[in-house]
C-alpha cells in the first residue's frame, strides 16, 4: 500500500484524526494519519513527566465520547475501562465547602445547608436543562442541519426558545434568576470560565452549564477516569484504525498542505518528502490549518479574515505534580469518595469575572480558579508505591501577556499557584517530588494547539454550531475543494467526543460517493 | 381598600406619561376606554422632554434625537400635521485621541471616500456590508410592531404569533444564519471580519457600549450594528435621522395633546406609590398622596424594576418571576452634560470658516479604538469612573437657535463607561469631578470650549433615577443585550405586556421592542390590552 498514492492523508493523530482515519479506512481508503509527535493521540495521550510518574498534557477524564464510536471501534473490547469520577469538591476561601455529587438527592441536601430555598429550586434547575440537552444533544452526531433541526425544535418551540434564551445569556443572569447562595452558584456555575476569556457574567457563557448539570440522553457510560490514562483511549483507537487498515505515521511533522488549481493534492513533510493525495483531512486547529499549513495565497480572501477573527486564546496553565503522599481534604478523612473526583478552589463568579477580566488585559490572575484532581487513586500505576500525580488546571493565565512572556514568569506563576493550592489543601506543597509545568505558550509548542487552546477555538455560541469554525463552513468542507476540517475547531467542539472526526468523515465519504459511516 | 373591577371613574390608569405612555393612552382613549395618565413630574414627556436648565437655555435631560418613530405612531398621532419635523443630522465626527478623524456619513459614497483614507480594501468592502445589514434590518426591522408570541403558552394568539414568526423565518431562510450570528457574535468581531481599519471600525461600532457594561467585544453586540438601519423606510432612506426644533421635549408635547383630543385625562405631579391587586387581579393604583384611584386595568410605563419591586407587593408575584425580574440588568453607565456656552465648539482637527459646519449638525463621537472601549467597560464593570471614556457630544442649537440666547449654544454630552454602582464613594460626590476630567478630554479635542461654559448641568446615573425615575439611571430601561430583547423583555413568558397580575400590563421601554423613542412598545400593550377587553367582553356576552 506504501507504493500507491493514498486516498486520504489525515494530518495529525489526535484522537479525532484517529477516529476519522478508521472510518475511512473502514471503507476502503488508503489512508494515512501523519503525527508530528513520536506518539499518537495529541492532546488526549499518557506520557511519563518524571521518572516512573505518568499523566496527560490535556485531556484527563473521559465523558462525552459517542457510543457509535465505542461500538465501532469495540473500544468495551478492547479493554477500555472508565472508571467513575466521585463528587465535585468544591473549597471556598471562606472555609466553606460544597459537595456536588453525582446523584442529586446528595447535592440537594448539600444546597439545604447553604439554602433551603435554593435545595427546593434545583431538581427544576436540573430538569429545564436536560430538556434543552434533549433538544441539543442529539446535533453532536451530525454537522449541523438547518432543516432537521428547525423541524425538530418546532416540535417543542418552548423547549427551543428556552435554549435561545440558554444561548444567549450569561451562567451568572441563569443562576441569579435561580438561586440565592454564591457558594451554590459558584459550584454549580465555575465551568464557564473552563475554556476561554469570558467571565461568568459574560453573555453566552450559559450554556457551559449543559454540560455538567443535563442528564445526557441514553447515559450508559458514566463519566470518570481511564485506567492507564486517557492515552490508553487514543492507543485502543489506534489500533483500531491500523486494524481497520490505515498507515498511522508518527515522527511526521507536515510542513504544509500541497494545493494545486484550489484543490488539497496532498502534504510536503518537514523533512521535504512530498506525499500526495486525493484528499486531505486536518485534525489541526483552523488557525494552524490555513495559516500555518496553508499557503495564503491559496487561500479565499474573505475565509482567511474569518478566521483570523477566530477567538483562539487559551486561558489555562497545565500542571503535573508528583507527589509522596495523598493530598489532605479539608472536610474528608484518609482517602474519601472526593479524592476520586474533581477538587476545584472555586470563587464567587463575581470573582472569576474580575480575575477573567484581568486575564483578557494579559495579566495572568492571582489566586484564580483551579481545578485539581489525583488520577492516582483511579490507577495506582501511574505513580511510584504509595506516591500520587496531581493534575492542576489553573484558569485566568492568558497566552497573551500584557508585559513579559511565558517561558520567564512560568515558574513562578507555577510556585504562586501551588503556593495558593497549599492554603486549602495544607499538605500538598511540601509533598511535591517533581513537577511539570505547561503555560499556554508550552501547550502551543508541545501539542501544536493554536494559543494554547485545548478546544481548538473558544466554545461560545458563536463559535459554535453552524458558526464553528466561520459561519458557511460548519460541514467540515473548506474553500479548498478535497481538505476537510476533522479537529476540535469543528461542530461540536473540544472535548473526547470523536463526534468531529466521525462526521468529517461521513462527509468525506459522501463527497466521495461511499456509503455513510456507521 | 379597592376591590378588582369594581367600577369607578376610569376603566384604564397609566403610571408614568412617558412616550410610550401617552401612546398608549392615545390608542386605548381612541377606542373609547376611559384612561387616565399619571405623571409624578410637572411635565409630561418623561425621558424625552426638554427642560430649561439655565436661564434662557433649554435641554433635554433624556432623549435627544428622533430616529426610529414608527411610520404608524407619525400619522395616527397626526404629528406632522401638528407641526413635528426633523431637522436631519448631518455627519458623525469621530475624533481620535491622536487628533485623527473619520466622518460617518449617511451618504454611502461620502463614507466610502473618507474610509479610502485609511484602508482602500474597506472601502471597497464597504457597499457590500452596509447592504448585508440592510437586508437583515428588513428581515427582522417588522418585528417591531409585533407582540412577541410565548412558545409554551398554547394560546391562540401564541399559536398565531409562532406561526408568523415561523413564515417570516422561512421567507428569509437566507439570512437566519446571518440574523443568528448578529445576535450570537461581538461588534469586535463582526467588524474585525469585514474590516481592518481601526477607525471605521469604532466609527460604525461604538453603538456597542451605549447603556450597558458590555464592551464591543462582548459576545451579543454586534446586532446593535443594525441601529442605523432601523429606521423605517418612510420615503426618506436609511437614517432618516435628526433633531427636533423646539427640541425633543416637543414630541411628547404633541403627544400629550393627541391624547387629550382622544379623550384621555393627563394628570401630572401625581406620583404613584403602588399598584394595588386583590385576588391576583390589579385593583387600582394609590398616590403618594394617599388618593386611590380604582381601575380594573392599570399600565405602568415604568421600568420592570421599579414596577415589580417598588410599585407591587412581592406577594402578589411568583417567586421565580421576582427572581427573574431581580437578575434583570438595569445598571445605567452615561453620564448626561448640557453645557451652556457663548460660541460654537469646533473640532480643532477640522477647518472652519465661520459657517456652521456639516460635522456640527451631527453627532461628534470623541472615541478610541474598540480595544480601547473594552478596556473602559472592564473599569466600568469593576464599579470604576473610566478614566478616558467614549463620549458623546452634539449641538441641538445648531439646529434650533431659540433653544438659547442669541449667539449662544447648548452642548449636550454623554460620558460613557461611567457605572450607577460604584465600587468606592458616592456619585454626588465624584459627579463634579467626573464631569470636570469629561470636559478637560473634550478642551483637549475642540480647544476652547471649557473657557465658553457660562452654565452647566450635570446628571450621573443617580440623578438620572432620581429626576426620571429610572431604575439605576438606565436610559432604556434595561441591557438591550440578547438575552433581554424579544421573547426574553423584561423575562422570559412575560414577553406579551402581560404580566402575572391580571390587568396590569407593561407599556415602557422594559419591553419589546426596547429603548429609544420608537412608541412601539406603548402601541403593542395597547392593542393587548384591547385585545383582553375584547376576549372579556365577548365571556360576559356568552354567560
Not at chain 2, 499 to 526: D, E, K, Q, S
Amino acid at each position: 500500500m506504501s507504493d500507491a498514492e493514498p486516498d486520504a492523508i489525515v494530518v495529525g493523530g489526535g484522537h479525532n484524526g484517529l477516529v476519522a482515519a478508521f472510518y475511512l479506512a473502514r471503507r476502503g481508503l488508503r489512508t494515512v494519519v501523519l503525527e508530528r509527535r513520536e506518539i499518537l493521540g495529541g492532546a488526549c495521550v499518557t506520557e511519563e513527566f518524571a521518572p516512573g510518574y505518568r499523566a496527560s498534557p490535556g485531556a484527563y477524564v473521559l465523558s462525552m465520547l459517542r457510543p457509535a464510536i465505542w461500538r465501532d471501534m469495540r473500544l468495551r473490547e478492547r479493554g477500555l475501562r472508565v472508571d467513575p469520577a466521585g463528587p465535585s469538591v468544591n473549597l471556598f476561601g471562606d472555609g466553606g465547602r460544597f459537595v456536588l455529587h453525582n446523584s442529586d438527592e446528595r447535592t440537594i441536601e448539600e444546597i439545604r445547608r447553604y439554602s433551603p430555598a435554593d435545595a427546593r429550586r434545583f431538581p427544576a434547575f436540573k430538569e429545564e436543562l436536560s430538556a434543552i440537552g434533549r433538544l441539543v444533544f442529539p446535533t453532536l452526531d451530525s454537522p449541523p442541519q438547518r432543516v432537521r433541526f428547525g423541524m425538530r425544535a418546532a416540535r417543542t418551540p418552548d423547549v427551543a426558545e428556552q435554549t435561545a434564551g440558554l444561548l444567549s445569556t450569561s451562567t451568572r443572569r441563569w443562576l441569579d434568576e435561580r438561586f440565592d447562595s454564591d457558594h451554590v452558584k459558584a459550584a454549580l456555575g465555575w465551568d464557564a470560565i473552563s475554556n476561554t476569556l469570558a467571565g461568568p457574567s459574560t453573555p453566552g457563557t450559559a450554556l457551559s452549564l449543559l454540560h455538567e448539570h443535563a442528564a445526557h440522553p441514553g447515559g450508559g457510560v458514566p463519566w470518570g477516569f481511564v485506567p492507564g490514562g486517557m492515552g490508553t483511549v487514543t492507543g485502543m483507537m489506534a489500533d483500531a484504525a491500523r486494524e481497520a487498515g490505515a498507515d498511522l505515521r508518527p515522527a511526521s511533522p507536515v510542513a504544509r498542505i500541497v494545493i494545486e488549481d484550489g484543490r488539497a493534492r496532498g502534504v510536503v513533510l518537514e523533512s521535504g518528502e512530498e506525499l500526495r493525495s486525493r484528499i486531505v483531512l486536518s485534525n489541526a486547529d483552523p488557525k494552524r490549518t490555513f495559516v500555518g499549513l496553508c499557503d495564503p495565497a491559496d487561500v479565499p480572501e474573505e475565509f482567511a479574515r474569518a478566521i483570523d477573527a477566530y477567538r483562539c486564546d487559551g486561558a489555562s496553565m497545565k500542571i503535573n505534580l508528583a507527589v509522596d503522599r495523598l493530598p489532605e481534604i479539608p472536610g474528608t478523612t484518609g482517602l474519601g469518595e472526593e479524592h476520586h473526583g474533581l477538587i476545584q478552589l472555586t470563587l464567587p463568579l463575581e470573582e472569576m469575572d474580575r480575575d477573567q477580566e484581568s486575564a483578557r488585559q494579559g495579566v495572568p490572575a492571582v489566586d484564580s480558579h483551579v481545578e485539581l484532581c489525583v488520577p492516582t487513586v483511579h490507577d495506582p500505576s501511574l505513580a511510584p508505591p504509595g506516591h500520587h500525580v496531581i493534575t492542576v488546571g489553573a484558569r485566568s493565565q492568558p497566552y497573551s501577556l500584557a508585559e513579559g512572556t511565558w517561558d520567564d514568569i512560568r515558574e513562578s506563576v507555577a510556585d504562586r499557584i501551588v503556593q495558593q493550592i497549599g492554603g486549602l489543601l495544607p499538605n500538598v506543597p511540601d509533598s511535591v517530588v517533581h513537577r511539570q509545568v505547561l503555560s499556554p505558550l508550552d501547550l502551543e509548542r508541545r501539542l501544536g494547539l493554536t494559543g494554547g487552546h485545548h478546544m481548538h477555538g473558544d466554545m461560545l455560541p458563536d463559535q459554535l454550531f453552524w458558526f464553528r469554525p466561520v459561519r458557511g463552513y460548519s460541514d467540515h468542507r473548506t474553500p479548498i475543494r478535497n481538505l476537510f476540517l476533522c479537529g476540535a475547531g469543528t461542530h461540536p467542539g473540544g472535548g473526547v467526543t470523536g463526534a468531529n472526526g466521525r462526521n468529517c468523515a461521513g462527509v468525506v465519504l459522501r463527497d466521495l460517493r461511499l456509503r455513510r459511516v456507521g | 381598600m379597592v376591590k378588582a373591577g369594581q367600577g369607578g371613574r376610569w376603566d384604564a390608569v397609566i403610571v408614568g406619561g412617558g412616550h410610550n405612555g401617552l401612546v398608549s393612552a392615545f390608542y386605548l382613549a381612541r377606542a373609547g376606554v376611559r384612561t387616565l395618565v399619571l405623571e409624578r413630574r410637572p411635565i409630561v414627556g418623561g425621558a424625552c422632554v426638554t427642560e430649561e436648565f439655565a436661564p434662557g437655555f433649554r435641554a433635554s435631560t433624556g432623549a435627544y434625537v428622533l430616529s426610529m418613530l414608527r411610520q404608524s405612531i407619525w400619522e395616527d398621532m397626526r404629528l406632522a400635521e401638528r407641526g413635528l419635523t426633523v431637522s436631519p443630522a448631518g455627519p458623525s465626527l469621530n475624533v481620535f485621541p491622536d487628533g485623527s478623524t473619520f466622518l460617518l456619513d449617511d451618504e454611502l459614497d461620502r463614507t466610502v471616500e473618507e474610509t479610502r483614507r485609511f484602508s482602500a480594501r474597506d472601502a471597497r468592502r464597504l457597499a457590500a456590508f452596509e447592504a448585508g445589514l440592510g437586508e437583515l434590518a428588513a428581515a427582522i426591522g417588522p418585528l417591531f410592531d409585533a407582540t412577541p408570541p410565548d412558545p409554551a403558552a398554547m394560546h391562540p394568539r401564541d399559536l398565531l404569533g409562532m406561526g408568523k414568526l415561523g413564515g417570516r423565518a422561512l421567507r428569509h431562510r437566507r439570512s437566519l444564519l446571518e440574523v443568528g450570528y448578529l445576535f450570537a457574535t461581538s461588534v469586535s468581531q463582526y467588524l474585525d471580519e469585514w474590516f481592518e481599519s481601526d477607525h471605521l471600525k469604532a466609527s460604525l461600532g461604538w453603538h456597542a457600549i451605549n447603556d450597558s457594561v458590555a464592551g464591543p467585544g462582548t459576545p451579543g453586540t454586534a446586532y446593535v450594528l443594525l441601529h442605523d438601519h432601523a429606521a423605517e423606510d418612510a420615503g426618506g432612506g436609511i437614517r432618516r435621522w435628526g433633531f427636533v426644533p423646539g427640541g425633543i421635549g416637543e414630541v411628547t408635547r404633541m403627544m400629550a395633546d393627541a391624547v387629550r383630543e382622544a379623550g384621555a385625562e393627563i394628570r401630572t405631579e401625581a406620583p404613584v406609590a403602588r399598584v394595588l391587586a386583590d385576588g391576583g387581579s390589579v385593583a387600582g393604583v394609590e398616590l403618594e398622596s394617599g388618593e386611590v384611584i380604582a381601575a380594573s386595568t392599570v399600565l405602568s410605563n415604568a421600568d420592570p424594576k421599579h414596577t415589580f419591586l417598588t410599585l407591587c407587593d412581592a406577594a402578589d408575584l411568583p417567586e421565580r418571576f421576582l427572581g427573574a425580574v431581580d437578575a434583570y440588568r438595569c445598571n445605567g453607565t452615561s453620564i448626561k452634560i448640557n453645557l451652556a456656552v457663548d460660541r460654537l465648539p469646533a473640532a480643532a482637527a477640522m477647518n472652519g470658516n465661520g459657517a456652521v459646519q456639516d460635522y456640527q449638525r451631527g453627532i461628534m463621537e470623541i472615541t478610541s479604538t474598540l480595544a480601547d472601549m473594552d478596556r473602559a467597560q472592564d473599569e466600568a464593570r469593576a464599579g470604576r469612573l473610566a478614566g478616558h471614556p467614549h463620549i458623546e457630544m452634539c449641538v441641538p442649537t445648531v439646529h434650533d437657535p431659540s433653544l438659547a440666547p442669541e449667539g449662544h449654544h447648548v452642548v449636550t454630552i454623554d460620558v460613557n463607561s461611567q457605572p450607577y454602582h460604584l465600587a468606592e464613594g458616592a456619585w454626588d460626590d465624584l459627579k463634579d469631578a467626573a464631569a470636570d476630567r469629561a470636559i478637560a478630554q473634550l478642551d483637549e479635542l475642540f480647544p476652547g470650549l471649557s473657557s465658553s461654559i457660562v452654565h452647566r448641568q450635570v446628571l450621573s446615573p443617580l440623578d438620572l433615577e432620581r429626576v426620571l425615575g429610572l431604575t439605576g439611571g438606565h436610559a432604556l430601561h434595561g441591557d438591550m443585550a440578547a438575552d433581554q430583547l424579544f421573547t426574553m423583555r423584561p423575562v422570559r413568558g412575560w414577553a406579551s405586556y402581560r404580566t402575572p397580575i391580571r390587568g396590569l400590563y407593561l407599556c415602557g421601554a422594559g419591553t419589546h421592542p426596547g429603548g429609544g423613542v420608537t412608541g412601539a412598545n406603548g402601541r403593542n400593550a395597547a392593542r393587548e390590552v384591547l385585545r383582553d377587553r375584547r376576549t372579556a367582553r365577548l365571556r360576559r356576552g356568552r354567560r
